[in-house]
């Protein structure tokens, strides 16, 4: 049962161009969203965050958006750099019910790759 | 200061034996956290240290996968008399606390592949 689903494994943009990473989740007790980037040989990084309470959160060129009533979240790089081409990985928690509030769920990934 | 480090980095080992995977956390993270990602899937939540409190095992997916941690430091997770499903990257993370209000970000290790012939 599959609580965090990344339904694309792969993505392919023109460098300079939009990403969109997709992300749904069936729990609805998950309040606190993440997503990490992970390049080969690495540990995955933190990128951005987003709580429940926000429906968009923006750091630089990454922005991640929130529709909790779809139960879907999405992560837009713009423009897109070939350094961005990585595996991302969507996470959530469910922080503010206080139960387990430190385990994130992760999906499988979406690799992009930015192309020059 | 350094990040987390694990080790080995890669580690293969025949059926039945026994391997201990090691994690050095980053100073001063009170929490640590191993999880598991086999080939194509996600990360899997294994279990999660926090300074003294009994550690949350509740990810250990049998009984031959153990982890302890000594103080705020290192940890290591030991898989008893490995089967070939067992092959996968198994990852630490560190945290400086977890929980409320803020969600305190987890730093990830490089992770040790291990494949069980």
């Known amino acids: 049962d599959q609580q965090v689903k990344q339904n694309s494994p792969s993505l392919s943009v023109q460098e300079g161009r939009i990403s969109i990473l997709n992300c749904d989740y069936t729990?609805?007790?998950?309040?606190?969203f993440l997503w990490y980037k992970k390049y080969p040989a690495e540990g995955p990084t933190f990128l951005i965050s987003?709580?429940?309470?926000?429906d968009k959160n923006e750091d630089g060129r990454f922005t991640v958006f929130l529709n909790k009533s779809a139960k879907h979240l999405s992560l837009h790089i713009v423009p897109s750099q070939p350094g961005d081409s990585a595996v991302y990985f969507c996470?959530?928690?469910?922080?503010?019910?206080?139960?387990?509030?430190?385990?994130?769920?992760f999906g499988k990934g979406t690799k992009l790759s930015v192309i020059p | 200061g350094a990040g987390v480090s694990q080790s080995p980095s890669n580690k293969v080992t025949e059926k039945g034996k026994d391997v201990e995977l090691r994690c050095d956390p980053i100073?001063?993270?009170?929490?640590l956290y191993w999880y598991r990602q086999r080939l194509g899937q996600g990360l899997e939540f294994l279990i999660y240290?926090?300074?003294?409190?009994?550690?949350?095992k509740s990810g250990l997916p049998s009984d031959r996968f153990s982890a302890e941690r000594t103080g705020e430091s290192v940890s290591t997770l030991t898989i008893q008399r490995t089967q070939q499903e067992d092959s996968a990257v198994y990852l630490c993370?560190?945290?400086?606390?977890?929980?409320?209000?803020?969600?305190?970000?987890?730093?990830f290790g490089p992770g040790t592949r291990l494949t069980v012939l």
């Open positions: 993370a560190s945290s400086l606390t977890s929980g409320m209000p803020s969600y305190n970000e987890q730093f």
């Open positions: 100073s001063g993270h009170t929490a």
């Open positions: 240290f926090q300074g003294n409190s009994a550690p949350d």
């Open positions: 729990n609805s007790m998950f309040d606190y």
């Open positions: 996470a959530a928690s469910a922080q503010y019910s206080g139960a387990g509030s430190y385990q994130l769920t």
């Open positions: 987003i709580s429940s309470i926000k």
